[in-house]
């Protein structure tokens, strides 16, 4: 029973919001580019992926106006509509 009531949540969490956490681990990388007319950013992890990251990614919003190519960050995985993607996004 407390196996499906957490599904379901998860579930509800996926349909309502864009974004929702799904590994629990935290990542480091750098900002490889950043795009801030369209509002998105890719993050280079210390192991080479390249993950996709959007303004709404940064934990504290400023952080997204603040960063540059090359800003060490560290992030979480999360999922949203396209795919896997970086969220609560943190300058370090």
């Known amino acids: ?3 499906q009531s957490k599904n379901y949540l998860l579930n509800l969490l996926k349909n309502n919001y864009d974004e929702f956490v799904t590994y629990q ?4 990388g750098k900002i490889l580019k950043i795009n801030r ?11 080479g992926e390249e993950i ?7 934990k504290y919003l400023s952080d ?3 960063v540059k190519e090359g800003t ?4 979480e995985k999360g999922e949203n509509k396209l795919g896997i993607c ?5 300058i370090t």
Do not use: P
């Open 86 to 90: 970086a969220i609560n996004i943190v």
């Open 37 to 47: 007319e369209k509002k998105f950013a890719f993050i280079k992890s210390t192991d």
């Open 72 to 75: 060490k960050v560290n992030y």
């Open 25 to 28: 681990n935290i990542f480091a």
């Open 64 to 66: 997204f106006y603040k």
């Open 1 to 3: 029973l407390l196996n």
């Open 52 to 58: 996709y990251a959007n303004k709404r990614s940064f």
